[in-house]
């Protein structure tokens, strides 16, 4: 009760905190440069389905200014101790969504793959969802276990175990990519979090030959890992959509052939809008515009692991955590996105946050900043805190030392001065 009353009144009468000025400007120039970029792939899309030139924009645009920003503004409101009361709970929820795409009529196939549940309107992902609820679940058990994962081979089972659920789940979809990168994810918070390395990579051993034995079970997975060595060999076929990427890039050489002249978005590059909008911007902007959208992740994601560290030693562990997990969640997924569309990685269903244009993918990337955001805030006002009360501690403490007089003496008083022993014997 002492601990929770005293926390209460920092954050009552302590000091506000403040959002990362560094992410929110990240986050703005992505979402402008991802709005304008979709502007110009989408348009030969959208006029070869006759659904209006601007459609994807304008979907863009309503999901991510409309949707995304009540959402993540939703979610910077949010206490993130709040959000840790709940994460066992979300994680169930979310297990519950990733059975329901293998309902019939309620789950969606597309192209193959049962990843979608029908909403009516639209299809929602529930792999997305799933990204920051195992984010929120591996922090929140970091929180409570933190010294078990710390000295303990068994104290970091438990959130491998979820991970691992949740990855079986997404490879019966099939997904491969999404599982992947969340026990990558994994793996990464809880070595930040202090477990040792020599365990986590005893548990991950088994999981290499079960790894190689899903990604060569089936012939199309077996097509994508070997298309992208040599997508010249098949370029027809298997190695199409690399191929047609990779003309892009080559045409796009130091500063590309101008905003709104890629020829490879005419029907001749798949998904130009989405899962392959770097080799667009390759092509119109060149080396230059894709050194812009590195440099602008790099931001991100290396201010939200700076923040991360900061939190973990200002005492603030969970929204530490958060901030962990939540930057290696959009960092890895936009160098798996770069590697997909540069020919050096095979080729996955990954989008690259906020640039690409997607409705789930968009939705939950704007949720997750905001949580990230959420947890800078706290980081910050805990800083400030700590910098107030130093600064108390020192006033308190601080020696009492007597003025020095004058030398300057009032009139009155030189009048009564005294003369010396030469003046008066003068």
Known sequence: MVWFGQS????????????????????VCLVAFGIVMIA?????????????????????????LVGGACAAFIAMRVELDRLENFSGW????????????FIP????????????????VSGFQPVELAKLTVVLYVASYLVRHRDSVETRFLGAVKPVLVAGLTAILLLAQPDFGSAALIGVVTIGMLWLGGARMRNL???????????????????????????????WKDPFNNGFQLTQALIAVGRGKWFGVGLGGSVQKLFYLPEAHTDFILAVIAEELGFAGILFVLAMFALLVGRGLQLGLRGVEVGQHRAG?????????????????VGVNLGVLPTKGLTLPLISSGGSST???CVMLGVLLRAGYEIHRAED??????????????????????????????????????????
Request: aromatic share 8%; net charge positive.
């Open 8 to 27: 209460q009144a920092v954050r009552r009468y302590g000091p506000e905190g403040r959002h990362d000025p560094w992410l929110l400007l990240a986050i």
């Open 40 to 64: 110009s792939s989408s348009i030969a899309v959208a006029d070869g389905q006759h659904i209006g030139q601007f459609h994807y924009l304008k979907r863009h645009i309503v999901l991510l």
């Open 90 to 101: 979300l994680m169930l929820g979310t297990f519950a969504l990733l059975v329901l795409v």
């Open 105 to 120: 009529h309620l789950g969606m196939r597309i192209n193959g793959a049962r990843r979608w549940i029908n909403l009516g």
């Open 201 to 231: 990579l005893i548990m991950g051993l088994p999981m290499i030959p079960l790894g190689a034995y899903l990604a060569l079970s089936t012939d199309y997975r077996v097509r994508r890992l070997t298309s992208f060595l040599d997508p």
């Open 321 to 337: 955590y958060i901030a962990f997990g939540i930057s290696l969640m959009l960092g890895l997924q936009a160098l798996v996105s």
């Open 363 to 365: 939705l939950m990337t």
């Open 385 to 426: 805190a700590r910098r107030m009360a130093t600064r108390r501690a020192q006033t308190t403490t601080r020696p009492v030392t007597l003025e020095r007089p004058s030398k300057e003496l009032p009139l009155a008083a030189r009048d009564r001065v005294e003369p010396s022993f030469e003046e008066a014997h003068a």
